[in-house]
């Protein structure tokens, strides 16, 4: 199968996100609940080399291996009424109103980030208390001038609040001086993907990058619903460097969910969701509690597998998406129906509602050029045990015949493969992950 290359989506010009970004949110640890010092803690825990984590014998931090943004995710706001329009967070003049209690000093935060040799991320356009009528350009400068005076380096902007003007919020950021911290900001277009890059025109992609999707659960359903969104983007070559395609972030480890009737991950699906995040040049989020050692001694080989995350950090004039596809679909069940109630809201019948796709996948994405090497993840969404038989020919962009495998997961070199290879007794909702090398 031919490799099509399309031009690629003119990026945001801030010269960052050249590859996925990888970092920490806490909503899906804390939601609501959080301060500064659980902030602190976690910014603490991104750092530290526990001879209990190690690649290749070496004590290796998170940010050793990328994850160096740790940012804040909704409830830093005062939530009240101001000015004479009854402002949610923002004084009448468009200064947002910080919670003090919970964040007394944002600055002495952000610096501590800087001193850790992390980024840190601050959070708009916010969902709790959202303001709904604040569409003038001063409430925008606010926010700028706020994020700068706090020194934070990335900015996640939600679709809940009235500010969804995204050239505004770009051209906001270039104009406003950096006081400290980096002088470009790395922002995500948290709009559920309803503003995407084709729109209003061909080339315009103010971020780094974007939701394809709602919000992820830790379900598998969810998981593998939110990973089809972005093959439409991929297609299009609409996912690429400064601008990349998102489908929410990673629910590795998460044990807490803000819904009952999320039954979380097994480690074959974290595995799966894991991989499917990585195959199609997803940035990286981890939203778990780095400093539980009980969740980081179970995921620890997959989040740190460099392999892995060599197929993320490399690019190559794709960003990877499906190439074939079982001719039989299934549904997946999120929960038992008895679970769901009458009282649940759009999102969270969303997450539970039961979701059709082939009974196997199979994704790929170019890690050099010419089919030099190419990664691949064969996906069984099945409830059973499968043989995924992999035709090289249908791989697009590989021309050899011969070719040599090697898994990834495991760091094993399988050996040379002439015309095909099947991997063996692949687990439900699990994957085999391979690249690809001419012979």
């Known amino acids: 199968m031919a490799l099509l290359l399309l031009p690629a989506v003119t990026a945001n010009n801030n010269g960052l996100a050249k590859l996925p970004p990888l970092g920490w949110r806490s909503w899906n640890l804390y939601g609501g609940n959080v301060d500064q010092s659980k902030i602190e803690s976690i910014m603490e825990g991104m750092v530290r080399k526990n001879p209990r984590y190690t690649v290749d014998g070496v004590p290796t931090s998170l940010c050793d291996l990328g994850y160096c943004d740790v940012g804040l995710d909704d409830n830093w706001q005062q939530c009240g009424s101001y000015g004479s329009e009854n402002y949610k967070y923002h004084q009448e003049d468009g200064t947002p109103v910080v919670n003090t209690d919970k964040f007394p000093n944002m600055k002495k935060m952000t610096d501590k980030a800087h001193s850790l040799g992390l980024t840190a991320g601050w959070y708009g356009n916010n969902c709790i208390c959202s303001d709904s009528k604040i569409g003038d350009r001063k409430f925008y400068q606010g926010d700028v001038s706020a994020l700068r005076t706090f020194g934070f380096d990335s900015y996640k902007l939600d679709g809940c609040g009235a500010q969804t003007d995204m050239q505004l919020w ?4 270039k104009a406003t001086p950096a006081q400290s911290g980096r002088d ?19 080339t315009w992609c103010p971020w780094n990058f974007y939701r394809t999707s709602g919000d992820v659960r830790a379900n598998y359903p969810s998981v593998v619903g939110n990973l089809q969104t972005t093959i439409t983007y991929a297609t299009q070559n609409l996912s690429s460097p400064g601008c990349w395609a998102y489908p929410d972030m ?11 009737t999320d039954k979380g991950l097994t480690m074959a699906e974290t595995r799966a969701h894991f991989g499917g995040w990585t195959i199609v040049s997803s940035p990286l989020t981890l939203s778990h509690d780095v400093n539980n050692q009980t969740v980081q001694d179970a995921i620890w080989p997959i989040i740190s597998n460099r392999e892995v995350l060599a197929v993320s950090q490399s ?24 679970l769901v109630s009458k009282e649940m809201g759009v999102e969270e019948l969303r997450a539970v509602a039961p979701l059709t796709v082939p009974a196997w996948q199979y994704f790929y994405k170019p890690m050099l050029p010419g089919g030099a090497q190419t990664a691949v993840l064969l996906m069984n969404h099945a409830n059973v045990t499968a043989n995924l038989a992999l035709t090289f020919s249908d791989i697009p962009g590989v021309t050899c015949t011969t070719c040599k495998l090697r898994d990834i997961w495991n760091h094993v070199d399988l050996g040379v493969f002439t015309g095909s290879y099947t991997a063996t007794d692949v687990g439900t909702h699990d994957c085999a992950f391979l690249v690809v090398t001419p012979s």
Do not use: Q, R
């Not at 690019?315 to 069940?333: C, I, M």
């Open 170 to 173: 770009d051209d906001l950021i």
């Open 184 to 202: 470009a900001i790395m922002v995500e277009n948290c709009h559920w993907g309803s503003k995407v890059p084709y729109k209003p025109n061909a």
């Open 250 to 260: 990673l629910e590795v480890g998460v044990l807490h969910t803000p819904f009952s």
């Open 315 to 338: 690019y190559a004039g794709h960003s990877g998406t499906v190439f074939k596809a079982a001719p039989e679909s299934l549904t997946l069940a999120a929960t038992n129906p008895a």
